[in-house]
């Protein structure tokens, strides 16, 4: 029993291993990646105040991104230095494996907060409806299988 606990635990390595390169890979590497993101935000930021009457980029039309025009070529290298992406993608996998291991999830791109505040946040909400969910499936699923038990070969 406990050489098949320990293999499942060692399959687990390769699993998550496979699971995190996946997830940098498409975190990194598709079109409108983290950078052009976080420089749209700058420019819904900016349209906040500016030319679309206290409306964001997305409610003037404009889609939310507009390229890197309007945003300082500065603050973009400023984003590409302070979230690693200055450096080449293995260095960032390296680093990212790093962080991992150390239960280090970094900043969310898209909140710009730290991620395991992120989590404290919802992590109440997505609590209860787990329990609500447990409660609702087994006063549903008891029933009907003591219903099918009673009526068996029917």
Do not use: C
């Not at 699971?19 to 940098?24: E, K, M, S, V, Y």
């Not at 494996?97 to 969310?108: I, K, M």
């Not at 699923?141 to 009526?151: C, D, N, Q, Y």
């Amino acid at each position: 029993m406990w050489s098949y606990i320990l293999k499942r635990l060692l399959l687990m390595i390769p699993t998550l291993f496979g699971i995190l390169l996946i997830t940098f890979i498409v975190i990194q590497f598709v079109p409108g990646g983290p950078v052009e993101q976080m420089v749209a935000q700058l420019q819904g930021r900016d349209m906040a105040g500016g030319e679309a009457g206290g409306r964001t980029a997305a409610a003037a039309g404009l889609g939310g991104y507009r390229g890197r025009q309007g945003v300082d070529a500065a603050k973009v290298e400023e984003i590409k230095k302070l979230y690693g992406f200055d450096k080449p993608a293995h260095e960032r996998f390296v680093q990212m494996l790093g962080q991992f291991a150390r239960f280090d999830l970094g900043r969310s791109f898209f909140h710009n907060k730290d991620v395991w505040q992120l989590i404290k946040e919802k992590l109440p909400v997505s609590i209860s409806l787990g329990m609500w969910t447990f409660l609702l499936t087994y006063l549903i699923s008891v029933p009907l299988g003591i219903a099918k038990a009673v009526r068996a070969g029917t």
